[in-house]
């Protein structure tokens, strides 16, 4: 969902993002946090952090504005926000948030709603994108949920069973609340989150191997830690089968 400069040299890149960038400092906060001195606001700026270097953090939103709106920041002048408010696919969605100081990764990460999971529930949701097949009627299940938005979309567009899973026992508990809130009762009863790590090998084969199986695998805001990217890749080479395609590319041969 995101496009970088990768025509452009480093410097020109962050030029063109923040100005003046040579003498800046980088930093998670200075680069990821929602409504900075750079300008990322969820949705109102074009800048964001760049997969696996927090150091240059210059890629570009997809241009599509129906698929990044201004969005919702997770905190304002007056502190944290709790809950969140927008609107996807035509209806209100209502998110429970629990950031926690220091507002770090890991104070924060897990616990509010980012730009891609909305840019990936916008995805499925469109009936005329190319989204349909991999979601309805199909057993889709999200790794490193967090508030779960992309698989809530998933029960919510079809799918015959949506699982969010992720490490953070809160982040659980708040896509349980989400989908409480905003599934009626058929689709809801669709919809599980669940605690798993996906670094975990042995709990991710349990995953794969119990019936019904999986058919599509969702990530979202995954690869904010280049350490994360290895065990996505093995993760997936786990859960899905050897004729999975997961965009253009498919799986990468990691033996």
Known sequence: MAR???THSRADAMEACFGGAASKVYSYESCCACGNEYGNSSGR???WVGPFDLSYCCTFYASNARLLPHLPCW???DGPKHRVQFELAGREWRLWQKPREPFDTRGVMA???WPSAYALAAWMLDKTGTAVDAIEGRHVLELGCGLALPSLAAAWGGAATAQGTDIDRDAVQLA???A???LPELFFSRFRADVLDFR???SLATVAAKPPGVDTVLISGQLYEGALSIPLLHALQTLCSPEALHGPHGILDLD
């Open 200 to 202: 975990d090998a042995a």
């Open 75 to 77: 905190r304002d002048a």
């Open 176 to 178: 349980r609340r989400a």
């Open 45 to 47: 700026s074009h800048c």
């Open 4 to 6: 970088g400069s990768l």
């Open 180 to 182: 409480r809130a905003n």
């Open 111 to 113: 616990h509010v709603m």
